[in-house]
């Protein structure tokens, strides 16, 4: 099957797929527009992300396309995994394993992510302006990571990570990280830095 052909397939199963959940998807736009929090958009999530095999994969990604900021509908999103907030950006060809949770997020082009990542929305969730524990009000940042990169399973990622970067497994990104170096520990640190052919 030549990559047209197959570029053609693939729309039309995301065409079919956003009529299947198309209910979702206009539920959870009239909670955004009478700005209502995102208990809905939460609620379709989750239930999403336990349609198993190639149709959970379809049916996220057009839900998320729909639903969320700005996403491309060219993204895997594995088994249980899932995005928390509308405000996210997933873009072309990223691509995630099972049981992911994203939260505020600028995901770029082609990144890859294992199995169990996770990405928080900064690390003062629970903390007011003035720096105090706060049981309502918190302050949410959006992670970054570049396009290209790669982050390993059970990674935790709190702060921003440059292009064509390597996170290994299991390491806390709790500062930002930059272009094209390989990071793990915890905290995360730099390991060394990566050449063009080592990053791809």
Aim: aromatic content about 6%; glycine content about 12%.
């Amino acid at each position: 099957m030549g990559v047209g052909l197959r570029r053609a397939v693939k729309l039309l199963v995301h065409a079919a797929s956003t009529v299947v959940v198309s209910p979702c998807i206009a539920i959870a736009a009239v909670e955004r527009a009478v700005g209502k929090g995102e208990a809905l958009f939460s609620l379709f999530a989750e239930w999403l992300s336990l349609v198993p095999g190639p149709p959970g994969v379809y049916l996220r990604a057009a839900y998320y396309w729909a639903s969320t900021r700005q996403t491309s509908w060219e993204i895997h999103v594995g088994f249980g995994s899932l995005l928390v907030h509308r405000d996210v950006t997933v873009r072309a060809r990223a691509s995630m394993g099972a049981y992911c949770v994203v939260g505020h997020a600028d995901i770029g082009e082609a990144v890859m992510m294992g199995s169990r990542v996770s990405i928080t929305s900064g690390k003062r969730q629970h903390l007011d302006d003035s720096g105090n524990l706060s049981g309502t009000a918190g302050h949410f940042e959006k992670m970054k990571i570049g396009a290209e990169s790669w982050v390993g399973e059970g990674a935790i990622i709190m702060a921003d990570v440059g292009t064509r970067c390597i996170v290994s497994s299991g390491a806390v990104v709790i500062h930002a990280v930059p272009d094209r170096v390989l990071v793990g520990g915890n905290p995360a640190h730099v390991i060394r830095e990566l050449t063009t052919s080592a990053a791809k």
